[in-house]
């Protein structure tokens, strides 16, 4: 019981997730600091601002629908805490049930969704031109996602089991060691891109044009839930990308984390570059990106995938 | 309530508000971001929204529409919010003091916790103001300050 407990609630659980993410978070930020030749937030800034939310007050403005207003930074709390406890407790204890993969799938898009009620429910002009990119961007990067999922599941022999799809990768090579895996991997990279909102794809919380689109009208711990969730989304989203094409096997638990811990900085230092080398795309843009670029390259990986290359 | 006051300044989101500046200072304010100043390391970062803002930072000498719009502003803020007046135009109102559009101090409508002074102040000096802000909230209980 006891040990159940801690496997959900701390280490590879909640608390474990949280602290990950909120360092991933601060890579990022630091990473960007240096390429832009700063100094960069101390390794704790993330926690601390966190905390500091949770000490604010919460307006709620009187025009918005209250009842969601509030629960939607709850809910899409809680929709990331179970995604990450999922992910996580695959990856390092290989806990997995039959159709998991389309279980992720869904819990993924309610961060998105309940970000867009949320910010309809404020009825702030500025967060409801948020609400409207989030939703175009939703129906670009989702669909471009399934694509790259089912890559990964034909490579594992059409099996819908995260365990199946991090043991083939075990037994035979992972997924990124062929031609559909690294294009899978591409778009599995922009996907996460996208979800996390960084630059290239972030103008459904543009600072700059539209203040802080979809949360302008969040303060306190409403906003803190979603700084929450955002944090653990840097967590899980990685780790989903590296399980799910870069599993690579060892013997020693040690070793085991020094290549989880490699690989996920290498991705969030991929992330970065991406974002500082790149500016904002219009959502027209980011549309035709996704649709007319990203979508070809998925269906021929997937071709590829089913000739086994 | 020590540790409230630590976690506050040690992550300060500042809001800028131009109340009818010439833009000196607001240049000055985003030369605090710049390479060579880089506040982010302190955990101030500028936010778009008065809602997620600790810090409302205010430029410009106001006059009587801006000061309706301050006033607005201040209310729809998120407590506790601090309020730091950049440049001597809002500290004193300069040499616009007097002149008809003009209402009156930033300090008369609402409470002001730093004033910079400058005309503009250099970034060295607003990042003076900011540990200013700082050496007050983290000394006001020790010493009964206001």
């Not at chain 2, 002074?117 to 209980?141: H, Q, V, Y």
Request: positive net charge; hydrophobic residues 50%.
């Amino acid at each position: 019981m006891l040990k159940i407990v801690t496997q959900y609630l701390i280490f590879p659980g909640i608390i474990f997730s949280f602290f990950v993410g909120a360092m991933g978070f601060w890579l990022e930020r630091k990473f960007t600091a240096r390429f832009q030749y700063r100094v960069g937030p101390p390794w704790y800034q993330n926690f601390i601002d966190v905390m500091k939310l949770f000490l604010k007050e919460t307006i709620i403005p009187r025009n918005a629908a209250k009842t969601l207003f509030i629960t939607s930074p709850i809910i899409n709390l809680a929709a990331v805490i179970l995604v990450s406890v999922m992910l996580a407790n695959n990856y390092f204890l290989n806990i997995s049930f039959m159709g998991d993969v389309i279980v992720i799938l869904y819990l993924l898009v309610i961060p998105s969704l309940f970000t867009i009620l949320g910010a309809l429910s404020s009825k702030n002009p500025l967060a409801l031109v948020g609400a409207a990119r989030e939703t175009k961007l939703m129906l670009a990067y989702e669909f471009v996602f399934i694509t790259s999922l089912i890559i990964a599941i034909i490579k594992s022999g059409n099996s819908i089991m995260l365990a199946n799809i991090t043991a083939t990768q075990i037994l035979s090579k992972p997924n990124i060691a062929s031609a559909s895996g690294i294009i899978a991997f591409i778009l599995a990279l922009f996907y996460a891109q996208a979800k996390l909102c960084i630059v290239p794809f972030d103008m459904a919380e543009a600072e700059q044009e539209i203040m802080a689109g979809t949360v302008i009208e969040y303060s306190g711990p409403l906003l803190g839930f979603y700084k929450i969730s955002k944090l653990m989304l840097y967590f899980s989203l990685p780790l989903f990308i590296i399980s799910l094409f870069i599993k690579v096997h060892t013997q020693s638990t040690l070793l085991k984390y020094l290549i989880f811990f490699c690989l996920y900085i290498l991705i969030i230092f991929i992330m970065s570059v991406i974002k500082n080398i790149n500016p904002r795309m219009r959502i027209k843009d980011a549309l035709g990106f996704f649709w007319f670029w990203l979508l070809p390259l998925g269906i021929l990986g997937i071709v590829l995938a089913q000739f086994g290359l | 309530m020590k540790l409230k006051e630590k976690i506050l300044t040690k992550s300060l989101w500042v809001y800028h508000l131009s109340a009818g500046s010439c833009n000196n200072c607001d240049i000055e304010i985003l030369d605090c971001l710049t390479p060579r100043f880089d506040i982010e390391r302190f955990g101030i970062q500028l936010v778009g929204s008065i809602r997620h803002a600790d810090v409302l930072l205010i430029t410009g000498a106001m006059n009587k529409k801006s000061a309706k719009i301050l006033k607005n502003l201040y209310e729809q803020a998120p407590k506790p919010i601090f309020v730091a007046a950049v440049g001597i135009c809002p500290c004193s109102q300069n040499m616009f003091k007097g002149s008809y559009p003009m209402l009156s101090a930033l300090d008369e409508i609402i409470p002001v916790d730093v004033y910079i002074p400058g005309c503009p102040p250099r970034p060295e000096a607003i990042i003076a103001g900011i540990a200013k802000l700082i050496n007050k909230l983290t000394a006001k209980d020790k010493k009964g300050q206001k």
